[in-house]
């Protein structure tokens, strides 16, 4: 168990619709990171949260926003869904916010389905 | 920009052979290296990595990885395989000096083992 929570494990909408993830990081971890994973892209990085701040932005699409509130948790929001968004989403957390070695810690992601 | 690059999207091994899977990267930078494994339907799991000390990285569950800047890369082995080995395995590196830990993952391995 890596110690972080993601909630929903499965999420089925129609397109167009709009989803929120939810993200709990291991205890003490300050740092969120949210992955994409796709059978043609492959893991990709889409954004970075140190702090309730935003650290790093990746191949995150204008229709997707995050967030991290003050418990440290953080969502992902996606909206104007597509089929094309239908994908493991990832959460990882890390003590810190990049310099130094401590690595991510992953989430058992959840699974978006686009209908 | 960073990249990696894993041979093979699929390898099959024997139980009990040697376990070797490819990972070579592009960075510009002295990179932090990790392998990652993934069991179905679960998150990524850190098997080791590579932060600038010993070249050769012992991970967990018998797995190792040896960096080798001058053919720059950084393959995972294991002596002997395991029924319990089989899964998709990520190679991933990360620039130190950025000030995040977006990681840069290569396509994947899915490993066989065959009783």
């Known amino acids: 168990d890596s110690g972080v929570t993601q909630t929903p494990k499965h999420l089925i909408t129609a397109t167009g619709q709009r989803v929120t993830l939810r993200c709990s990081p291991r205890?003490?971890?300050?740092?969120v990171y949210w992955y994409q994973q796709s059978l043609d892209q492959g893991l990709q990085f889409l954004i970075q949260y140190y702090n309730g701040e935003e650290r790093a932005k990746g191949n995150i699409l204008e229709r997707f926003s995050a967030q991290q509130f003050p418990d440290l948790h953080s969502e992902l929001n996606l909206s104007s869904l597509e089929l094309g968004d239908s994908a493991l989403y990832f959460c990882?957390?890390?003590?810190?916010?990049?310099?130094?070695?401590?690595?991510?810690?992953f989430g058992n992601g959840t699974r978006l389905t686009v209908t | 920009a960073q990249s990696v690059t894993q041979l093979g999207s699929h390898v099959s091994v024997s139980e009990g052979a040697l376990v070797l899977l490819r990972c070579n990267y592009s960075s510009s930078v002295p990179p932090y290296l990790f392998w990652y494994v993934q069991y179905p339907n679960q998150g990524l799991q850190l098997l080791l990595k590579y932060t600038s000390a010993a070249t050769l990285v012992k991970g967990i569950n018998g797995f190792e990885a040896e960096f080798k800047k001058s053919e720059t890369s950084f393959h995972l082995t294991k002596p002997s395989a395991h029924m319990s080995d089989a899964a998709e395995y990520f190679c991933a590196v990360s620039d130190p000096g950025a000030g995040s830990y977006q990681l840069t993952f290569g396509k994947g391995t899915k490993l066989s083992v065959i009783p």
């Open positions: 205890s003490g971890d300050l740092s």
């Open positions: 990882a957390s890390s003590v810190g916010g990049g310099r130094g070695n401590s690595p991510l810690h």
